[in-house]
Nanobody
Framework: QVQLVESEGGLVQAGGSLRLSCAAS????????MAWFRQAPGKEREFVAA????????YYADSVKGRFTISRDNAKTTVYLQMNSLKTEDTAVYYC????????????????????WGQGTQVTVSS
């Protein structure tokens, strides 16, 4: 099993920045892709960004490309989401996810490809 714990989100003004982290523990060697998804009130969960822990390749949703950056630490067990130029439409609960054995490779945006999920953290962007 893999446990994922997200950092606390927060309230930020539009145009501001916020960094989320996701710490993985347990059988982390079994995971390859780590990702962030988000869900706004009344909307379906959507893909935000993903990172291959082994080769550090990344993939972003068009809505956040150029504003958000996903990265990992050297120990490869913590993934970060740096969010810049935040917009009110970025308001959502953000979830960290991890796959098992590379199942999400090539299926980055598919939530069903991820085996493990964090508890979610609220990010609110005010105008």
């Amino acid at each position: 099993q893999v446990q994922l714990v997200e950092s606390e989100g927060g309230l930020v003004q539009a145009g501001g920045s916020l960094r989320l982290s996701c710490a993985a523990s347990g059988r982390t060697f079994s995971t390859v892709i780590m990702a962030w998804f988000r869900q706004a009130p009344g909307k379906e969960r959507e893909f935000v960004a993903a990172l291959d822990r082994l080769d550090t390749s990344t993939y972003y949703a068009d809505s956040v490309k150029g504003r958000f950056t996903i990265s990992r630490d050297n120990a490869k067990t913590t993934v970060y989401l740096q969010m810049n130029s935040l917009k009110t439409e970025d308001t959502a609960v953000y979830y960290c996810a991890a796959d098992g054995g590379g199942a999400a490779r090539g299926r980055w945006t598919n939530g069903g490809a991820y085996n493990y999920w964090g508890q979610g953290t609220q990010v609110t962007v005010s105008s």
